[in-house]
């Protein structure tokens, strides 16, 4: 990853979330990723899609709660009262992330009980243009 895309990730993903405080680093291991923090706190891990000749992102979060307390733990976590969590028709194994009304993602359970769960966001070359 370049570090202009590194860059654009960042305040992307600021805006998105609605916090400053979200930093986008190089990979350690992957020249193709990068990790998402908050503070001290690694949060999450974005990867490079080029399979089909378009340039994209794939985050990845986990979320490490009971579907109960999704939406409380990711307002919390982001200091952001907009993050809404809503159910997805003829799904109950996942749920849609928002921000007021934009869409943000999927939250898909990791396990079959629903003790934790990841936040899947794909990010297109195009949503990172400046606004």
């Known amino acids: 990853m370049e570090k202009t895309e590194i860059h654009k990730l960042q305040e992307f993903l600021r805006r998105t979330f609605g916090n400053d405080g979200l930093k986008v680093t190089p990979g350690a ?3 193709d990723a990068a990790d998402v923090a908050l503070g001290e706190r690694k949060i999450a891990h974005i990867t490079v899609d080029d399979e089909d000749g378009d340039r994209s992102f794939s985050l990845d979060m986990k979320v490490p709660v009971e579907r109960a307390a999704i939406e409380s733990y990711l307002r919390k976590l ?3 009262d907009k993050l809404k969590v809503a159910a997805r028709l003829k799904k109950t194994d996942s749920v849609e992330l928002n921000s ?3 869409f943000i993602g999927v939250i898909s359970a990791d396990d079959p009980k629903g ?4 936040l899947q966001m794909a990010i297109l070359d195009f949503d990172l243009e400046e606004t």
């Open 78 to 80: 982001f200091s952001n």
């Open 100 to 102: 007021g009304s934009d």
């Open 29 to 31: 291991k992957d020249s």
């Open 115 to 118: 003790k934790s769960f990841t």
